[in-house]
């Protein structure tokens, strides 16, 4: 098999593209495999045969798990003589990095939007080439169309966008453009297009969606051949002929950059079918070379020999023959010792092989492989002296593979290893789709998704997002294994935002959940503060609270408390909408209180109103609390009451110094000799009140009030009145 591709590789750098030479009717073409060990590394090989010596103009990357862009972009390759390379859709693998350093291109073209190929691999990408464009729209019809947009002719060859081969077999018609569409509905604007070829049959594009020639047969593989037949017709000369699966879409992907015909093949065929194998053989002198697309689990080796059979030309690959060949002729000397101990060790697509190298002369060890126990035994290498290790690669999963290993000398050969077997372990498989996906928004920023978990075997989820129903999907974040929900915020307000996601393990990512959407909430419409705030001590425990309602949408009011200016406020009550009042009853007396309100809605709560302070007022007491309080009292000078400079008035009491001067005035009269006297004025003596606080003003301070003390016990016993006395008894002495 490596002898081989080196052939291929070989083969190929005399077929510049564009230049297919001549051929006589007689010469058998060349068969030959293309392969990496995955769609992206058949894709290199391909560039590295058919692009040998850099620089090239341009390269397309297209994501490897799609396959709507990077046939499109086939007319597009051969126009600029471009390959097209593979990557994974969130990032730049390291091989297709180094494959595009080799090339090194001016130019390089992303094929799709940045949920096909990441922003990520837009600024890998940048690194490597002066210029780096991206060609995309919103769909992959829309991507069709701006990779057309680019190309010079008009020739169009329009083919279903919703699966692979015919869009793949529309590439051998080497059009112009390749033009997508769906079913029923026409995804681009007919009035673009000049010659046009529709390829399929109407089960996959509607009759009557548009009027031009069918090419087309009743399943995908008879309108392949349809179109191989045009292609004949159409052209002259000589061909390479492309073989892939039709089957699956990635190992021939990066064949429409070349300007041959593909014919696609079922794996499963025992023999062609009859129309096929009448193409090939009435054709045969017009293909040079025969090029089959993927490894031999696409291609299996059982149809390369059937197509090469068509073909006329010797099957291909290792000879079936279970005798590997003669035997090396002997020579002078002693064959050399047997090997032993061969072991066979498998791991994934490869079995590897060791074995104890029992001789010093061998020159050379003979592997011989089996599929399965039968022992039909096939040459599978030759190794230099002295190696004990090979490895067998590019193998079918699950599938058993027995080998067996000589030493060879000029001598003659030694004797075969007893026969070692070894099972290809299953390919990994993806993981289960994730499912159950729900949207829920909670505000004007924020979405919540949640959805089920259906897998045990994934390593993360990837989202993504897009903006409105018809956006394109773009990477949105990447959670850990298990989770189930996820939160994106700081959103836009009352818009539509769409998401799906996709499990991710090592073998690759699941399907999709189908997208779901939800719209944002309005912007927050909070309702305007209160103010004009006033808070009245209208009892021992009980204060008024007034305020005055500015909003037209507030659904409460909330009232906080807080006992003394320093204090820390918390909620002391909840009033209904549209209230300007309430009153808090559940206080201590001779406490300070402080007060605040906003109003709030089932947005949000406007702001709290300014501190307003109203000092308490002690309530005057009645007349007839004061007739038994007593006179007023009045503060004597300094000099008259000896020993006392200040005075605390208190309800209902009098103080001893002004009792005296009283009893003074009472009891004497007539002034001292050379004073005057005045008449006592005649109005009545009143209690004294409480001294008055300043007028209320605004603060920046919660609105305050203090509970008054208790008023004094009315049965409290007072001094008894005096009686009123004569004026006449107050006036001063005749001179």
């Not at 999709?512 to 808070?535: R, S």
Request: glycine content about 6%.
């Amino acid at each position: 098999m490596k002898k081989l591709q080196v052939l291929f590789v070989a083969l190929l750098l005399l077929l510049p593209l564009g230049f297919v030479p001549r051929a006589s009717a007689q010469t058998p073409p060349f068969v030959g495999r293309i392969a990496g060990a995955d769609r992206i590394g058949t894709a290199i090989a391909l560039s590295q045969a058919a692009w040998p010596s850099p620089p090239v103009d341009a390269v397309l990357v297209a994501r490897s798990d799609a396959f709507p862009d990077a046939l499109a972009a086939g007319p597009l390759a051969r126009q600029l003589n471009a390959p097209i390379l593979l990557t994974d859709s969130t990032e730049l693998l390291p091989v297709v990095a180094n494959e595009i350093r080799r090339l090194l291109p001016e130019r390089i073209y992303l094929l799709g939007g940045e949920a096909a190929l990441s922003l990520g691999v837009e600024n890998a990408l940048k690194a490597l080439a002066p210029d780096v464009e991206r060609l995309s729209g919103a769909s992959r019809y829309a991507t069709a169309e701006a990779i057309a947009d680019r190309t010079d002719g008009n020739v169009a060859a329009v083919a279903s966008g919703e699966n692979f081969p015919d869009a793949l077999s529309a590439n051998s018609l080497a059009p112009s453009d390749i033009l997508l569409t769906q079913r029923n509905v026409l995804s681009f604007d007919a009035r673009r297009l000049g010659p046009t070829t529709i390829v399929g049959g109407t089960a996959v594009i509607a009759p009557n969606l548009l009027v031009a020639p069918r090419l087309a047969g009743s399943n995908r593989y008879l309108t392949n051949l349809v179109i191989l037949r045009e292609v004949m017709a159409r052209r002259s000369g000589q061909f390479q002929l492309f073989v892939a699966t039709g089957e699956n879409f990635p190992d021939a992907l990066a064949a429409g950059s070349l300007t041959q015909p593909i014919l696609l093949v079922n794996p499963a065929w025992t023999e062609l079918p009859a129309e096929l194998e009448a193409f090939l053989t009435e054709n045969r002198a017009r293909f040079n070379a025969v090029f089959i697309f993927g490894g031999t689990s696409a291609v299996p080796e059982a149809t390369e020999r059937l197509v090469a059979a068509a073909l006329g030309v010797p099957a291909p690959g290792p000879d079936p023959d279970p005798d590997p060949g003669p035997d090396p002729q002997p020579g002078p000397g002693t064959p050399p010792a047997t090997p032993s101990l061969l072991t066979a060790e498998a791991a994934s697509t490869q079995i590897d092989l060791a074995w104890t190298d029992n001789s010093d002369d061998e020159t050379s060890f003979q592997i011989q492989r089996s599929l399965g126990t039968a022992e039909t035994f096939t040459a599978l290498a030759s190794t230099e002296a002295d190696v004990t290790a090979y490895t067998d690669d590019d193998l079918d999963p699950e599938t058993e593979y027995c080998y067996r290993a000589r030493a060879v000398n000029n001598a003659g050969a030694s004797a075969y290893t007893a026969m070692r077997c070894a099972t290809t372990p299953a390919p990994p498989a993806a993981p289960a789709a994730p499912g159950s996906l729900v949207v829920t928004p909670t505000s004007s920023t924020q979405i919540n998704l949640a959805w089920s978990d259906n897998s045990d075997d994934e390593d993360s989820f990837q989202i993504q997002r897009t903006v409105g129903a018809e956006g394109t999907f773009a990477n949105l974040a990447t959670t850990g294994a298990n989770a189930t929900t996820f939160t994106d915020d700081e959103l836009d307000a009352e818009t539509e935002y769409c998401y799906r996601l996709r499990a991710v393990n090592a073998a690759g990512p699941s399907a999709y959940t189908t997208a779901q959407c939800a719209t944002t909430a309005a912007p927050p419409n909070p309702p305007a503060a209160p103010d004009q705030l006033e808070v009245i001590a209208t009892g021992p425990t009980r204060i008024s609270i007034n305020w005055d309602d500015n909003a037209d949408n507030e659904t409460a009011f909330d009232v906080e408390r807080a006992i003394t200016e320093a204090g820390s406020f918390s909620l002391d009550t909840q009033t209904s909408a549209n209230d300007t009042n309430t009153n808090d009853t559940r206080l201590e007396p001779s406490t300070e209180y402080c007060y605040r309100i906003r109003a709030i809605n089932a947005d949000t709560g406007s702001a709290y109103t300014p501190w307003y302070v109203r000092p308490h007022r002690r309530p005057r007491p009645s007349l007839r609390s004061r007739a038994r309080w007593g006179p007023r009292r009045r503060r004597p000078a300094a000099s008259t009451l000896s020993g006392a400079t200040t005075a605390s008035p208190s309800w209902g009491s009098r103080s001893s110094a002004s009792s005296a001067l009283l009893a003074r005035l009472s009891a004497s009269p007539r002034t001292a000799p050379g004073m005057t006297t005045s008449p006592t004025p005649t109005s009545k003596l009143t209690p004294s009140t409480a001294t008055r606080s300043a007028p209320r003003t605004k603060q920046a301070s919660p609105a305050t009030a203090t509970r008054p003390a208790p008023p004094p016990d009315p049965e409290r016993r007072t001094p008894r009145p005096h009686r009123r006395r004569s004026p006449s008894r107050l006036r001063p002495p005749p001179r």
